[in-house]
């Protein structure tokens, strides 16, 4: 149990639909981050979120859509993917921003995504 | 073009072995992480590293940070099949203040047999 709750664990979805991944932290930590594991690629940074303001977007495709209500809250939402979009979504949390003071990144579990 | 590659990406062993990992890089970090991640899980951080030269240890692991701050390495004595995992190290690898990209490495997959 590390803190952060992702849902749902496993989410399989047409090229045509909409759905949303959830992530929330329990920790009290004030940065939020998704990334996306592919196999045999590193993990990439997608959205980092800071006090609920949008810090950085790696050059991700607006088929994404990132939501952060409140600094315990962020959604990813779905629509119109493609099957290379099959992955599995981590979202993270922080103290801090990533490589800096308490910059440490408490994982979820992951959201398993299959497009078809 | 990778900017931290770990290698081996692969690594099958015996129990009671000892191994290491390696993450190298062109560019200087500010701080570099190393995390484990089990099947079905998301990654547990390990350990950060910050200054240059520094070991750390945790208790068959030791961690290297190399005086240049460009490479890692990631040792463990004796290793169990508890250890099995993907290995994964992480820097920042801008100096100042522009935090939050943190950028992983590749991975290394490791299989300890009883």
């Known amino acids: 149990e590390t803190g952060v709750t992702q849902t749902p664990r496993h989410l399989v979805m047409g090229m045509t639909n909409k759905k949303s991944l959830k992530c929330e932290q329990h920790?009290?930590?004030?940065?939020m981050y998704w990334y996306k594991q592919s196999a045999k690629k590193p993990l990439e940074l997608m959205f980092v979120?800071?006090?609920?303001?949008?810090?950085e977007n790696n050059s991700v495709p607006s088929r994404f859509s990132p939501e952060c209500p409140n600094s315990s809250h962020l959604f990813l939402h779905l629509h119109t993917l493609q099957p290379e979009d099959s992955a599995l979504y981590l979202c993270?949390?922080?103290?801090?921003?990533?490589?800096?003071?308490?910059?440490?990144?408490?994982f979820g579990e992951g959201s398993r995504l299959t497009v078809l | 073009t990778q900017l931290l590659e770990q290698s081996p990406q692969f690594l099958s062993i015996q129990e009671g072995e000892n191994l290491t990992v390696y993450c190298n890089s062109s560019?200087?970090?500010?701080?570099l992480q190393w995390y484990r991640q089990e099947p079905g899980e998301g990654p547990v951080l390990l350990v950060t590293?910050?200054?240059?030269?520094e070991v750390k240890k945790l208790k068959r692991l030791t961690f290297q940070f190399g005086d240049a701050r460009k490479d890692s390495s990631l040792h463990i004595t004796a290793a169990q099949p508890g250890d099995t995992g993907l290995y994964l190290c992480?820097?920042?690898?801008?100096?100042?203040?522009?935090?939050?990209?943190?950028?992983f490495g590749q991975g290394t997959i490791l299989t300890v047999h009883p």
């Open positions: 979120y800071n006090f609920k303001e949008q810090t």
């Open positions: 992480a820097g920042d690898l801008v100096v100042g203040t522009s935090y939050g990209k943190l950028t």
């Open positions: 590293v910050v200054t240059g030269g």
């Open positions: 993270a949390s922080s103290l801090g921003l990533a490589g800096g003071p308490g910059g440490e990144l408490f």
């Open positions: 560019s200087v970090f500010s701080s």
């Open positions: 920790l009290g930590h004030n940065a």
